[in-house]
């Protein structure tokens, strides 16, 4: 006697694949986050009818020359003669920038001179001079490409 097998053929169950997809949606819904973006916060300025008062403030300019002579604001002066001349604009404004240039002449050790004179401001006028600033030759020739002089010159 010879058995006949049946054949079943092989398939997918697919019942039940909508109600796990809805499913699937309906967790993805309730578990995400919806943040709402606030954007950038910043304040605008107020209208204001008032100008307020701002005055430009130039820089003192230091110049070392060969041999250790300085120029302050083109103006030949001693060592020991620049803390007093730079105490009155140091008072009004206390971060006057100093620029202290070197001419490529000059000797390292004069413009250090210079450095530890500007250093010894608290001792000798009671002020420090925080805002010095030592210009390349490149900044200088950018400068003087910009506004057209050279205020070592």
Avoid: C
Wanted: charged fraction near 25%; avoid cysteine.
């Amino acid at each position: 006697m010879k058995l006949v097998s049946k054949k079943s053929e092989v398939e997918i169950p697919t019942a039940s694949m909508a109600d796990i997809a809805f499913l699937l949606i309906i967790f993805f819904m309730v578990t995400t986050v919806f943040s709402a973006t606030k954007g950038l916060d910043f304040k605008l300025p107020k209208d204001e009818d008032e100008q307020l008062d701002t005055e430009t403030v130039e820089a003192a300019y230091i110049k070392v020359h060969p041999g250790g002579a300085v120029e302050v604001d083109r103006q030949p002066m001693a060592l020991d003669q620049i803390l007093p001349y730079l105490q009155p604009k140091l008072e009004r404004w206390p971060d006057k920038p100093i620029i202290l240039y070197t001419l490529p002449e000059a000797s390292y050790g004069d413009m250090i001179a210079v450095y530890d004179t500007l250093k010894q401001g608290p001792q000798q006028i009671g002020m420090e001079v925080t805002n010095i600033g030592i210009p390349t030759h490149r900044e200088i020739a950018q400068y003087t490409e910009i506004f057209g002089y050279n205020p070592f010159d």
